[in-house]
Structure formats: structure tokens, C-alpha cells
């Protein structure tokens, strides 16, 4: 069945690109009503829907994009983080307000937001979840032989691949099936990252003005400049799929399908989106009671956007 949180929840932080203060508060939500996003800061509230139709290009973080009557432009960056934390729990419906144009990056990672929804638990709702299930390969390619594909599964299954220049980072592979709670335990609380190189240049932007080692972590060639040091070996590839798994739930509901990304980022998830819904033989409507529907024996609980 559909889930919502079961009481409102609010965040305090600060904006990693922006650097200024964001609030952000959580809200239940009705049935069939998915992940709605409202910046308050206008004098009506501008209402973003999670979708990748409303994904525009950036750089460093997934950027959701809407026009107002008037013809205003309104943005909302770094949503990746709260919606992998969403699907990973298996919560589909869920109106979330906002104090400006950023998600509050917390300590990089969705560890957070995890822990607070858990602390206010979800509420089981009268409805019957549906999910979309990957019936054809489907594969986008970019620069530098980055690529990300979709193949037909029995569960959500995320495989990432990454290889840097930078030893402290190298060539690391991290895979994880949403099921029997295995997000929460192997992908929640790995941060994202970056080269110290290129904070100067991005600063120079007007980005990543709120980064700092309290929220990302830092990588010079062979070192790790965070006095903690990592919380997993492979911590920057599992990081790259909780990205993908916030990306991917921009689908509208919950993928049942193998994702594999090697080198990939934003772009090339909402590309794989845009090529998995051009053709309608890639891909199935189901929800659980579909006796057809095998998604073994623990199946993701998530969420459909209307």
C-alpha cells in the first residue's frame, strides 16, 4: 500500500551552493498525490512537482524548474538527497515546503533525513502502490565513455562504477538491491564529495559556496582532507547511488529494474528516464496485488507522482 510520514518534519541548514539558510518542513500527504515540492518564499506558494519532465541542466546537483504565471523562473537545487531518502523508505506521498531555492544539504549525504522520518514513523494508506517495471534494455551514453542503463529485474538494484585520477578516490564499484532495509545500512550515510582543485573554480560560479568538510567530503589526489576520514571504503561509489536513486525516483514512482551507471552523473540519470518513457514497450505500469508481478519476497514499498 502507498505510505505517507505520519506528522510534519522541519529542517534547518544551509544551502551548499547558495551557502544561505534553508528550511525545509515535510508534510503528509493524501493518496496518489507523490512528491510535491512548494518554494514559500513568493507571495503565492510556487508548486514544483518531482518529475524529470521538470529537470533542467546544471551543474553538480539535480535542479528542478518551473515558470510562474507572470513568466518567473523558480528553481529548486540538490533535491536528489531527500527524494533518495524518500524512496529508500518506502514513502510516496509527501507535500514539502521550502524557505528558498535549496534543499538544506545537512552533512552531504540522506543519514538525516532517514533518521527523522524513521523517529516519525509512516502511516500505511488505503490505496495500492504502483510501480514501473523495465521490460527492454535501455542505455544513454556521454563523454568519455560514460554510460547508464536500465534491464529488466525482479527488484530495484543499483549498480554504480566510478574511476578518478585521484588515488584517494580511484576505481571503486558499489551494488545494492532496495530491499530488507539495505539502504538505510549501506547507502544513507555516505556523503558526497569532491576534488579540492575545482572548489576555487566552482566558488568563482557562485557555486558551492556552502560546502565545507562539515557536509562534503574533500579529496586532494591522495588524500582525504576530512579529519574523520571515510565511513566506508567505497564510500564515493555509494554515494554516487544514493544520487542515482533520488534521480531515478523522478520517474514518478519506483523503478523495478537492474540500474547500472559507470561514470555517470545528473544528466545522464535524466536522460535514461527520457529514453525509458519515449518508448512504451520499454517499460510497465504493476502494483502488488497484479498476481504477474514478482518482486520477490521483500518488494520495495514506494510511490507513485501523480
Known sequence: MQQTIRNSIEFRGIGVHKGEEAVMTLYPAP??????????????PVVIDASYENVIASELCTLLCTETKSGETV??????????????????????????????????????????????GVEVQDAVRQYIRVLKPVRVEGEGGKFATLQP?????????IDFEAEAIGHQIHEVSLVNGHYVESVAAARTFGLYEQVQMLREKGLALGGSLENAIVVDRDRVLNPEGLRFENEFARHKNL???????????????AFYG??????????LLKALFADAQNYEWVSESNPAYGLGAQPVKQKVVA
Do not use: C, W
Request: proline letters at 3%.
Open 31 to 44: 493518496v496518489d498525490h507523490g512528491i510535491t515540492f512548494a518554494r514559500n518564499d513568493f507571495d503565492t
Open 75 to 120: 528553481t529548486i537545487s540538490t533535491v536528489e538527497h531527500i527524494l533518495s531518502a524518500l524512496r529508500g523508505l518506502n514513502v510516496d506521498n509527501v507535500r514539502i515546503e521550502l524557505s528558498g531555492p535549496e534543499i538544506p544539504i545537512m552533512d552531504g549525504s540522506s543519514i538525516e533525513f532517514v533518521k527523522a522520518i524513521q523517529e516519525t
Open 153 to 161: 529485474s525482479k527488484t530495484a538494484h543499483f549498480t554504480f562504477e
Open 243 to 257: 544520487d542515482a536513486i533520488g534521480d531515478l525516483y523522478l520517474a514518478g514512482a519506483p523503478i523495478i529494474g
Open 262 to 271: 559507470y561514470k555517470a552523473g545528473h544528466a545522464l540519470h535524466t536522460q
